[in-house]
């Protein structure tokens, strides 16, 4: 993740000392939200990406994991799923994301979240939001959940309704939004940028603060599941969704609204800040610049800072690489699995920059982006060290020479 509010306008946000290693302010946010503080991002533990169950009540275009509204076999039970939660407790992960398919459609997610709770973890949701009532609300509050966040692809009802195949999705997931908003929830916007969706953005951005929106985050498309039929943005679409999150972000600081704005699965975009705010010549760039390489970006990401449990079980280095499992919590413990390195993959992804090729090896922001999403790397190209497609930086901008004010970089 990449927090522009963080990075651009110097917003502080609960989970700062944990992404930059470091306070911009003082806050004190509650303790449901507070995030540890890393000693560097290399020690981080992960934050875990657990897909709950595979069922979905809507069938969006963008579903990584092809979900339906049906039953599927294999899922994980409560009682395994606890097991698994006092293993994370133990092993200290910094949050756990409930996700799915859609998880508020498991009849024990709040027998989960209550367990999870008692044992200290930091728990997030991951949602499509139509099924949050004003009860279910008052239920994710209760539990302290850190954060809700609810999966939005337009501010128009019918682009919406058709990303997520089911006609009325857009007026129950605004629905969703209210609610939590009405009892003081937190909760966050989530919508993937693609070709399409990348065009409404100030739209988005318009909802979020007529609604009261907390947090949004911006994820560019890794083509997996059912997003494999989907077009990611060409670098010029990239760089325009980027300018326009960048100045709705400077804008909604400058009028005192603390939204939290993020982009995430692309780590150029930290670099493509940077070069933004050296041209504005901001006062904060090479302090961006600092805490941008102190998190490394992908580097500490898949298969470092970020993981996943699929509906079965199985583990993954993060939710967009279920093509490739390292391990099933069935027959060992998740904290086990995450440190077992006799597996290449895993082994490279704990040490990437050595394995990775092409551009991203002569990237003078290599040490700020660490190579970009390798799954969408692997699922583009077959190879899993080969650039990622979704970088939108030119050849000139990654070998720009430094100037004599701004020392390079690498």
């Given at each position: 993740?990449?927090?522009?509010?963080?990075?651009?306008?110097?917003?502080?946000t609960?989970?700062?000392?944990?992404?930059?290693?470091?306070?911009?302010?003082?806050?004190?946010?509650?303790?449901?939200?507070?995030?540890?503080?890393?000693?560097?991002?290399?020690?981080?533990?992960?934050?875990?990406?657990?897909?709950?169950?595979?069922?979905?009540?809507?069938?969006?275009?963008?579903?990584?994991?092809?979900?339906?509204?049906?039953?599927?076999?294999?899922?994980?039970?409560?009682?395994?799923?606890?097991?698994?939660?006092?293993?994370?407790?133990?092993?200290?992960?910094?949050?756990?994301?409930?996700?799915?398919?859609?998880?508020?459609?498991?009849?024990?997610?709040?027998?989960?979240?209550?367990?999870?709770r008692?044992?200290?973890?930091?728990?997030?949701?991951?949602?499509?939001?139509?099924?949050?009532?004003?009860?279910?609300?008052?239920?994710?509050?209760?539990?302290k959940?850190?954060?809700?966040?609810?999966?939005?692809?337009?501010?128009?009802?019918?682009?919406?309704?058709?990303?997520?195949?089911?006609?009325?999705?857009?007026?129950?997931?605004?629905?969703?939004?209210?609610?939590?908003?009405?009892?003081?929830?937190?909760?966050?916007?989530?919508?993937?940028?693609?070709?399409?969706t990348?065009?409404?953005?100030?739209?988005?951005f318009?909802?979020?603060?007529?609604?009261?929106?907390?947090?949004?985050?911006?994820?560019?498309?890794?083509?997996?599941?059912?997003?494999?039929?989907?077009?990611?943005?060409?670098?010029?679409?990239?760089?325009?969704?980027?300018?326009?999150?960048?100045?709705?972000?400077?804008?909604?600081?400058?009028?005192?609204?603390?939204?939290?704005?993020?982009?995430?699965?692309?780590?150029?975009?930290?670099?493509?800040?940077?070069?933004?705010?050296?041209?504005?010549?901001?006062?904060?760039?090479?302090?961006?610049?600092?805490?941008?390489?102190?998190?490394?970006?992908?580097?500490?990401?898949?298969?470092?800072?970020?993981?996943?449990?699929?509906?079965?079980?199985?583990?993954?280095?993060?939710?967009?690489?279920?093509?490739?499992?390292?391990?099933n919590?069935?027959?060992?413990?998740?904290?086990?699995?995450?440190?077992?390195?006799?597996?290449?993959?895993?082994?490279g992804?704990?040490?990437?920059?050595?394995?990775?090729?092409?551009?991203?090896?002569?990237?003078?922001?290599?040490?700020?982006?660490?190579?970009?999403?390798?799954?969408?790397?692997?699922?583009?190209?077959?190879?899993?060290?080969?650039?990622?497609?979704?970088?939108?930086?030119?050849?000139?901008?990654?070998?720009?020479a430094?100037?004599?004010?701004?020392?390079?970089?690498?």
């Open positions: 993740m990449i927090d522009i509010s963080v990075l651009y306008t110097g917003l502080e609960p989970s700062t000392p944990h992404r930059y290693g470091r306070a911009i302010t003082q806050i004190d946010p509650p303790e449901h939200q507070r995030m540890d503080r890393a000693k560097s991002a290399a020690e981080r533990r992960p934050i875990v990406v657990w897909n709950l169950t595979r069922t979905c009540n809507l069938r969006c275009q963008h579903c990584y994991t092809d979900s339906a509204n049906q039953k599927y076999a294999g899922e994980l039970s409560t009682e395994e799923c606890k097991r698994v939660l006092d293993d994370l407790a133990a092993y200290r992960v910094p949050a756990v994301l409930f996700s799915g398919g859609e998880p508020l459609v498991r009849p024990d997610v709040f027998e989960l979240a209550a367990h999870a008692q044992l200290g973890l930091h728990v997030v949701l991951s949602t499509n939001g139509t099924l949050i009532t004003p009860e279910i609300a008052r239920r994710l509050k209760g539990l959940f850190a954060y809700v966040g609810i999966s939005l692809d337009s501010a128009f009802p019918e682009v919406h309704d058709r990303f997520r195949g089911m006609e009325g999705a857009y007026e129950k997931t605004m629905r969703g939004f209210r609610n939590c908003v009405d009892v003081g929830q937190k909760v966050g916007l989530r919508l993937t940028l693609t070709r399409e990348c065009e409404n953005l100030d739209h988005i318009d909802l979020i603060e007529r609604e009261g929106i907390h947090r949004a985050c911006f994820y560019h498309l890794c083509p997996s599941g059912r997003g494999k039929d989907l077009y990611r943005m060409d670098p010029e679409q990239s760089r325009r969704a980027m300018d326009t999150i960048f100045a709705r972000t400077r804008d909604l600081n400058e009028r005192g609204k603390n939204v939290e704005i993020l982009t995430v699965d692309n780590h150029c975009d930290a670099a493509y800040l940077y070069l933004k705010m050296r041209e504005e010549g901001h006062p904060r760039a090479r302090q961006v610049r600092e805490m941008a390489e102190w998190n490394g970006g992908a580097r500490y990401s898949s298969g470092v800072g970020i993981s996943n449990i699929d509906f079965n079980g199985n583990v993954h280095a993060d939710q967009f690489s279920m093509f490739r499992s390292f391990g919590v069935r027959e060992r413990p998740f904290s086990e699995i995450w440190q077992d390195t006799s597996h290449p993959v895993m082994a992804l704990k040490e990437r920059l050595a394995h990775l090729n092409g551009r991203c090896r002569e990237c003078r922001f290599l040490s700020m982006c660490g190579g970009g999403l390798r799954a969408r790397a692997e699922v583009v190209t077959g190879d899993t060290w080969a650039p990622d497609p979704g970088c939108y930086l030119s050849d000139e901008e990654i070998r720009l430094p100037t004599e004010s701004e020392p390079d970089l690498v």
